[in-house]
């Protein structure tokens, strides 16, 4: 047992441990998907992660939604996740200090928000960028993120549109995942993941409802942070300034 083992240290990574049939397939990565890979990597051995997760209440957003779609073609139409990334971003005018980098030797704060969208594609991720998504508009936000959608899907991708922004969004919900906990996109201080949005019952707060519990729609977020640059009282403050314009979208034209 004592020489097997040996001989397959010996063999290196790609070598077939003694007793597994030799039926395998490989899949070349190429040179963004081999690059990404290293980073997050690094950043999960090297960067403090810590995580912090709370429910929404989609009623009102998903009003707005169906409101501001209804004068839009079919093709135009706002998505949800649309609508989390300019929240995400209008938070950070609140809660400045998550728009931030870790540099070294210093912190480095940003006034622009450019989101990458972690999205999967293939066997690997890809990473478009909105830039700028705080002074977009609910349309724009939407246009850009299907024109980008489509490159990723044509493998057309350009390395300028798949740069590092400064703040990141995934959504596990498409795939039927509640809550994640994912690796920080580095030098970025945190990544937000959209978990899927489902109907569930709470306690009814209308003094006049008929029934004590109500029906509402609600998606668990989790906010990935490096305690580097942001510790665990600012990250809270920036989900709680997330969530107020969550559920009362009007705040996201007060700030």
């Not at 990458?116 to 700028?132: K, Q």
């Not at 004590?212 to 977020?221: D, E, R």
């Amino acid at each position: 047992l004592a020489a097997a083992a040996a001989a397959a240290v010996g063999g290196g990574a790609g070598a077939v441990p003694p007793g597994v049939p030799g039926v395998y397939q490989d899949f070349i990565l190429d040179d963004a998907s081999r690059a990404l890979a290293a980073r997050l990597a690094a950043t999960k051995q090297q960067v403090p992660h810590y995580y912090l997760t709370v429910s929404l209440t989609l009623d009102a957003l998903l009003q707005v939604r169906e409101s501001l779609n209804a004068g839009l073609k079919p093709e135009q139409h706002v998505s949800l996740q649309d609508m989390l990334v300019k929240a995400a971003a209008m938070a950070m005018r609140q809660v400045p200090d998550v728009n931030s980098m870790w540099m070294d030797t210093f912190v480095r704060r940003y006034s622009q928000v450019d989101v990458n969208l972690v999205t999967g594609v293939g066997d690997g991720i890809a990473i478009p960028l909105i830039r700028d998504a705080g002074s977009k508009g609910l349309k724009t936000i939407a246009e850009e993120r299907a024109a980008l959608e489509e490159a990723v899907y044509e493998g057309e991708l350009t390395p300028e549109q798949a740069q590092i922004g400064t703040f990141s969004v995934v959504n596990v919900g498409a795939y039927g995942v509640d809550t994640a906990a994912s690796v920080v996109l580095s030098p970025q201080s945190c990544m937000l993941s959209l978990g899927a949005a489902r109907e569930k019952v709470v306690p009814n707060d209308d003094p006049d409802g008929e029934l004590p519990y109500k029906f509402v729609t609600a998606m668990n977020v989790t906010l990935s942070c490096d305690h580097r640059t942001v510790d665990g009282a600012v990250g809270a403050q920036w989900l709680a300034a997330f969530r107020s314009m969550v559920e009362d979208p009007n705040l996201m034209l007060l700030v």
